[in-house]
């Protein structure tokens, strides 16, 4: 286990290139968070469905990963309390 630094914007899209990070897989994640990690080269699945990491890695790399809809843009940019 790593511990990550703290929530700031653009703290944790750099932390995660710098340990090698070339892919995130979340279940809802603001555009915002998107772009900056695109910037970074970090490829950002969203809509993940709630499952264990590693069952979430397998799919990703078999191809059958489960995801739905992007859970924060579901309400508006605003529902799930990020700032676009």
């Not at 695109?38 to 469905?49: E, K, M, S």
Request: include cysteine; charge should be negative.
């Amino acid at each position: 286990m790593i511990k990550s630094p703290l929530h700031e914007p653009g703290v944790l899209p750099k932390w995660l290139n710098e340990l090698g990070t070339n892919v995130v897989i979340s279940g809802g994640i603001g555009h915002r968070a998107i772009n900056l990690l695109n910037q970074r080269g970090i490829t950002v699945v969203t809509g993940a469905l709630v499952e264990e990491p590693e069952i979430l890695i397998r799919s990703y790399f078999s191809n059958t990963l489960d995801s739905e809809q992007n859970l924060c843009s579901r309400g508006g940019p605003d529902s799930c309390g990020h700032i676009s």
